[in-house]
């Protein structure tokens, strides 16, 4: 099946040329000029990946990926943000929104699509089969669920990339960089920060269960999950 893609983009240029692009590398393209019509489209059916521009009239991408994140249909739908916006602070306020991952413009469409296959690997790849348990914490990787005793932890793609590779690997120290290969690929330029970022994301988002402290930080070393103070 075609992946269908998302494009939340104001400029019907800009919107026009992405969705060229994906339909030549065999997508399917959704456009949306606003949040509302981003909105309705993900009611009408999910999409497996949203493109979201930051500056949008109205409400701007960057509250519209905080609402999507907190939002049963948008949770885990991967989000690469456009912007025009590069400083790290702002890429900073982006992935602890709920974004996955940046394209700065003015970009080639060749880039993009390349980010967007990169982004729909690493958080709907993942095949792996079989129940990991740890302290309670509980990861099906067939079903792709996480549960935390008898309740479902609702868990954002990059998030639940991270704990299956920390529950595959309890107890072991992994650096930035190692985890940077290891979630996001040697062949994806992502910056080490991203790493701390989406590190207060899982613990976050396993705080109201009391597990956050599952994940922990190794100072000087990197971090790593396990169930021993």
């Known amino acids: 099946m075609k992946k269908r893609i998302l494009i939340v983009e104001d400029e019907s240029s800009i919107r026009d040329m992405v969705a060229f692009a994906l339909r030549k590398a065999d997508m399917e393209p959704i456009p949306a000029a606003d949040a ?12 497996d990946l949203i493109l979201l521009d930051w500056m949008l009239p109205g409400m701007s991408g960057l509250e519209l990926a905080r609402r999507l994140r907190k939002e049963s249909l948008g949770a885990e739908v991967p ?26 413009k003015p970009f080639s469409t060749r880039e993009l699509v390349a980010r967007i296959k990169a982004v729909l690997r690493r958080t709907q790849g993942d095949d792996g089969s079989g129940v ?56 994806v330029y ?40």
Do not use: C, N
């Open 36 to 47: 509302r019509e981003a909105q309705l489209a993900i009611a009408t059916a999910v999409p």
């Open 79 to 104: 989000i690469i943000m456009l912007t025009a916006r590069g400083e790290e602070t702002d890429r900073v306020a982006g992935l602890e929104a709920g974004v996955d991952d940046y394209v700065v």
């Open 132 to 187: 990991l348990e740890v302290a309670g914490l509980k990861l099906d990787g067939q079903a792709h669920r996480v549960h935390a005793g008898a309740d479902a932890v609702p868990i954002g793609p990059t998030e639940y990339r991270l704990l299956h590779f920390f529950m595959t690997h309890a107890e072991r120290v992994y650096s930035r960089a190692q985890l940077l290969d290891h979630i996001w690929g040697g062949s």
């Open 190 to 229: 992502v910056e080490e920060r991203t790493v701390d970022v989406h590190i207060r994301r899982l613990r976050k988002t396993l705080e109201p269960w009391g597990m956050d402290a599952l994940i922990q930080t190794v100072r000087g070393a990197g971090y790593r999950l396990s169930s021993k103070p």
